[in-house]
């Protein structure tokens, strides 16, 4: 009986540390939201340093004891982690939720240059198509036999387009690649570039990733090549999306397009996010229970271990569907004869070297491994959160969205 009493005691005063900590956060956010946001939108070690130190400020005026204080602000830090990424992407899919009208209007508003009509004719052998419109029609009926449309080789279809392909930022003239490094060899002024203000004729201007993290700015280039001057700025409306004139498509902007597509098209789609490193790509169903990677860079994420630029740490499958979100980080490190997604040609050594190579970015607080020089998988690891424990976080990030914010935590003591 004592000691049932003994043990009872210390799980009630887990349990109170741990919302004490929750409510440090809540705290924390409401007095100062910008430094919150900044700190986790590239959370570098140096932005780790000042959200643990600010979060025990304000734990330790919440709770008399001291005792597992660290753990349990770390544990927090790791759950709002989990959940600001996951309200994130589901930020986007609420975003991009345009009309059936909006979406046709879209593929309907330009003229092809003629040079892509002719590629399209040839590669698909139809006649060349005037719009992005005729384009996906003309896919449709590739995909469809005795007046059936098959919705998984159409998705194919669409995901090996031109229509939903990578296009980097350049010029509009001569087509002068602009360089998207991280860290960046060359200023923005170097390359031509710099920010200036919105019109505010851009449609849905937004925030993103280019040579760096970006608030939501109209970006001005003048090409070192030929002298003209372009303008480029990130949006996740398809209009902007469907641009064929050389206006660039990075990678969050084709996932937002085949995100838009997909639901005009009634296909499932989740977002897949790798964490501590600028990129994100989807998988897409079927009609069976299984998610599949039609990129090949994509599916064998791992390779790009080899690049020599930094390492990613975990990555996750979102979906606004709590059951279709999952840490799948141990697929992408799993070639397909063993349940994963990475192809089968890729070695046994290969595959350890690259498992080694992603647990060693993890436990490297300094962030100096990771490709983006963040830390998100090492505050992961420094809570002690296991891949059912991460899934679990993020399917109830998911289902609490729209009606907790993401620093509204609970603190469960079995997570």
């Not at 009630?12 to 430094?35: C, E, F, I, P, Q």
């Not at 927090?76 to 009309?99: F, G, M, N, P, V």
Request: with cysteine; hydrophobic share 35%.
């Amino acid at each position: 009986v004592a000691l049932r009493a003994y043990y009872g005691r210390q799980n009630n005063m887990k349990t109170m540390s741990g919302s004490a900590a929750a409510s440090a956060l809540a705290a924390m956010y409401l007095k100062d939201k910008v430094l919150v946001e900044d700190s986790f939108n590239h959370l570098t070690a140096g932005a780790l340093q000042t959200l643990d130190d600010k979060l025990y400020q304000e734990y330790i005026c919440r709770h008399i004891t001291d005792d597992g204080s660290r753990d349990d602000c770390h544990l927090i830090l790791a759950k709002a982690c989990i959940r600001r990424i996951a309200h994130r992407c589901l930020d986007k899919y609420a975003r991009l939720q345009s009309s059936k009208e909006v979406v046709e209007d879209a593929l309907q508003f330009y003229t092809l240059p003629m040079e892509l009509q002719e590629q399209l004719a040839s590669k698909y052998g139809t006649p060349p198509p005037t719009t992005w419109y005729e384009s996906l029609d003309q896919l449709k009926s590739l995909s469809t036999t005795e007046d059936s449309c098959d919705q998984g080789k159409l998705w194919r279809l669409i995901l090996d387009h031109p229509m939903t392909s990578y296009v980097p930022v350049k010029c509009q003239s001569c087509g002068h690649v602009v360089p998207d490094q991280y860290p960046t060899q060359q200023t923005d002024a170097e390359v031509g570039l710099r920010e200036i203000a919105p019109t505010g004729d851009e449609l849905e201007l937004r925030a993103g990733w280019f040579r760096g993290p970006r608030q939501a700015v109209v970006f001005e280039l003048t090409c070192k090549g030929c002298n003209a001057v372009s303008k480029w700025y990130r949006s996740g409306h398809p209009q902007i999306l469907l641009n064929p004139n050389k206006w660039g498509r990075l990678c969050g902007d084709q996932e937002d397009l085949r995100l838009t597509l997909a639901e005009y098209l009634n296909t499932p789609v989740r977002l897949a996010v790798p964490l501590d490193w600028d990129h994100v790509w989807s998988e897409y169903s079927s009609g069976s229970s299984t998610w599949q990677v039609q990129d090949d860079s994509a599916r064998n994420f791992c390779c790009r271990l080899d690049e020599g630029i930094g390492s990613w740490t975990r990555v996750w499958a979102i979906h606004s569907n709590p059951e279709w979100c999952k840490d799948v980080t141990r697929d992408y490190l799993t070639i397909q004869q063993n349940g994963g997604r990475v192809d089968n040609n890729i070695d046994d050594k290969r595959m350890k070297r690259y498992e080694k190579i992603t647990k060693d970015a993890r436990m490297d607080k300094s962030g100096d491994l990771t490709q983006a020089k963040t830390v998100n998988g090492y505050v992961l690891l420094r809570a002690n959160l296991s891949h059912d424990s991460i899934t679990e976080e993020l399917q109830r990030a998911v289902r609490d969205f729209g009606t907790k914010k993401w620093w509204e935590l609970n603190y469960d003591d079995k997570s």
